[in-house]
T-cell receptor, first 113, second 113 residues
């Protein structure tokens, strides 16, 4: 399978714990995006990388959130001191620069208890 | 970013052609219109994209009038598996700085036997 993959698919954590998600984009895609989706809403943009550079962060991305893409390949999204409001589906997408189509992974569903 | 307006939901029956409309009155000159499909617990999937007139691919057709203030996604002969949320997005995906996607709530299409 050469699509976008995300791990884990599901994560249950207690409030206050740290969690880290991984995204492996399509190999030839140099752009990588993180979105968050809550029930009944469309995905909301969080942040975006072009190669290893993080070029934009949404105001939704509080200082408890950090994302990296160290070698311009896979990316990680870490949430520190999780809160119940962080419960959501976290989606990763990738694309080629200049391409209008983004390819989404299956998402990581986070539940904070 | 141009805002889109879609109905919340619509129903159809298997075998029918379904036309889903989207309003985007403030669309900008460089904006493209893109439609994504999302099944429960999956990431969105690109369906079709266009700038003006008509675009057709193996899955759907997209009709865009001359003023580009609206668009219609046409799904031929829907099946039960077409039951999903459909998002209409507009944005400058090619010359824009980052091509991030801005999703609304989408329209839930329910196909009945």
């Amino acid at each position: 399978d050469t699509g976008v993959s995300q791990n884990p698919r599901h994560k249950i954590t207690k409030r206050g714990q740290n969690v880290t998600f991984r995204c492996d984009p399509i190999s030839e895609h140099n752009r990588l995006y993180w979105y968050r989706q809550t029930l009944g809403q469309g995905p909301e943009f969080l942040t975006y990388f072009q190669n290893e550079a993080q070029l934009e962060k949404s105001r939704l991305l509080s200082d408890r959130f950090s994302a990296e893409r160290p070698k311009g390949s896979f990316s990680t999204l870490e949430i520190q001191r999780t809160e119940q409001g962080d419960s959501a589906m976290y989606l990763c997408a990738s694309s080629r620069q200049g391409a209008g189509e983004q390819y989404f992974g299956p998402g990581t569903r986070l539940t904070v208890t | 970013l141009a805002k889109t307006t879609q109905p919340i939901s619509m129903d159809s029956y298997e075998g029918q052609e379904v036309n889903i409309t989207c309003s985007h009155n403030n669309i900008a000159t460089n904006d493209y219109i893109t439609w994504y499909q999302q099944f429960p617990s999956q990431g969105p999937r690109f369906i079709i994209q266009g700038y003006k007139t008509k675009v057709t691919n193996e899955v759907a057709s997209l009709f865009i009038p001359a003023d580009r203030k609206s668009s219609t996604l046409s799904l031929p002969r829907v099946s039960l598996s077409d039951t999903a949320v459909y998002y209409c997005l507009v944005g400058d995906l090619y010359t824009g700085a980052n091509s991030k996607l801005t999703f609304g709530k989408g329209i839930t299409l329910s196909v009945r036997p």
